[in-house]
């Protein structure tokens, strides 16, 4: 090429074995290129002639041809491919001390599916039992509900800390309230958790349960504080009283909505 010395191709060899497989896929090229006649230089960039490959006239093989592209089609690490969104979604949770791991898209019959899921393990410490498949943008939104809200009301209220919390449902394809032929619930799309209770660090467990009107131990005033703080946060919440199918745990989901509805 003008204006550079051609390059020796044994000079070549020699650091392309000391650099490796990775630098020798770059370099390559550029050895070729300089092996070009000054006087064709716009041959270096394109197909060669017939000829220039195979045995040279000093009797040594040419250096095998790589297109420059070669590095770019080397196989992937195995892992789920990541969105901007998702990306964004997994540091937050980080962020919040969330246990996460991407998964892959869930399809199923239908219109049920997840495209970016996560399975949500724990918060801050405290487990999610048993781990919870949801969409990213919901496992963040109830980490980020359990860190601010759940977890210190439960501390205060039933005075101890949270070991786990304990999970009734999340993904599943099915019409709401498991009912046939019922429109899709929110945890056929992933935005939709259900929590039946908590194991506190001293022992005792809190579960989600009808309340009379009277009722006012630690446990129903945790149970009415909690219910009413997810209502904002999360666009649907029910529990015990909304109907039958609700009485022994918490739904929360993330629906999307102009207003919450909260029974």
Known sequence: MPGHRPVAVNRSRAGLARLGLVVAMIAVPQALNAQVPRDKPGEGAGAPKQGQAGVSGSGRKDLPRQKPETPQKSEPAPEVSRSDALSACLAALSDLGARVRPLEAREAPGDCGMTEPVALSAVGGMRISPEAELSCRTALAFATFAATKLFPMAEETLSSPVAAVRVAGAYECRGRNRQSGAQLSEHAFGRAIDVRGLVLENGARWGVRPL????????????????????????????????????????????????????
């Open 212 to 263: 009379e009107a009277g009722d006012d131990d630690a446990g129903a005033r945790f149970q009415r504080a909690l219910r009413a703080a997810a209502c904002g946060p999360f666009t649907t919440v029910l529990g015990p009283g909304a109907d039958a199918y609700h009485d022994d745990h918490l739904h929360f989901d993330t629906k999307p909505r102009r207003s919450p509805y909260c029974r």
